[in-house]
């Protein structure tokens, strides 16, 4: 793994918070093994091995029933650990794939059977090089035939650019992180405002309410990120779904302890209808449905 890489958390604390039966951790990765799923030569980072036994565990520990498994970048369009985590999951996990412009229909349905329910653009160029919209058009067309959304992954400052992309695209979009604000600047800058006008007129993007580790810039309990968490939740109550972001890739300020993340939900979701919403009922519909 790169020198600088910071390992998951060892002993996370049990959460006060109790999770509604169904909870579903709706945003997390699987790294490797690397002796049995290789990293992608084109990867921007090499990260610890991960696995799926390490995520399982994690979920039962916390008070999840499920799991969404997002393709890592260090993973390519090399989907292999994740359709194995989720053919070995008794349909306890659904996925997000990351596919090239050539993949035939035959692979995308045997994916499909496995249980991936989309696919992810990432737009973040420490992550990924420079993807042409055209690619990404050709690909949202053949997914959308299987019924499949779309998830997304940028920074606040480049929203302006990709808003007529993202409108142009056909299918349910989920937006990583909730666009990934600056929360120095606070809930009414410019650019948040952007991105909770984006949902307001577009009832077909939802958004993940996840990562106050990676937004916060006071660091935990991540009172800096409760604002904007609590803001999209109260507002789109219909179309936010949580996850911890396990096993936190390229983290440099400090590994969150994953049970403190569950806390937090309580704070962006205080009620436990908006926790029902969140946690269970939306995530259901768009993975399960
Ligand atoms: C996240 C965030 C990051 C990485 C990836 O696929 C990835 O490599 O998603 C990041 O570095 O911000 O969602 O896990």
């Not at 399982?56 to 194995?84: K, M, P, S, W």
């Not at 058009?137 to 400052?157: N, P, S």
């Amino acid at each position: 793994m790169d020198a600088d890489w910071l390992v998951f958390h060892p002993n996370p604390k049990k959460p006060d918070l109790q999770l509604p039966k169904g909870a579903v951790d709706a945003h997390c990765h699987v790294f490797g093994p690397a002796a049995e799923f290789p990293f992608a030569p084109e990867r921007k980072y090499t990260p610890c091995d991960a696995g799926k036994d390490k995520l399982f565990a994690l979920r039962d520990y916390l008070g999840f029933e499920r799991n969404v498994i997002v393709q890592a970048t260090c993973h390519g369009t090399d989907n292999a650990a994740l359709v194995d985590a989720l053919k070995t999951s008794d349909g306890r996990a659904r996925g997000i794939a990351s596919v090239g412009p050539d993949i035939t229909m035959d692979a995308l349905r045997e994916m499909d059977r496995a249980g991936v329910r989309g696919v992810r653009f990432n737009f973040v160029k420490r992550l990924v090089d420079d993807t042409p919209k055209e690619v990404f058009l050709e690909i949202a067309k053949k997914i959308k035939t299987l019924g499949w959304h779309i998830v997304v992954y940028f920074e606040a400052q480049d929203l302006e650019e990709l808003e007529p992309f993202l409108k142009q695209l056909p299918t349910t979009i989920v937006v990583d992180h909730m666009g990934r604000p600056d929360v120095s600047k606070g809930v009414n800058h410019p650019d948040f405002q952007r991105f909770v006008r984006l949902l307001a007129e577009n009832k077909n993007i939802w958004t993940k309410v996840t990562c106050p580790e990676r937004l916060s810039v006071t660091g935990p309990p991540y009172d800096d990120v409760v604002d904007f968490g609590a803001l999209i939740v109260d507002r789109f109550p219909d179309r936010v779904i949580w996850g911890t972001d396990w096993p936190h890739p390229n983290m440099k300020s400090h590994m969150p302890d994953d049970g403190v993340l569950v806390d937090h939900i309580a704070r962006i979701a205080p009620t436990e209808a908006m926790r029902q919403k969140l946690l269970v009922d939306n995530p259901t519909r768009l993975y399960w449905g």
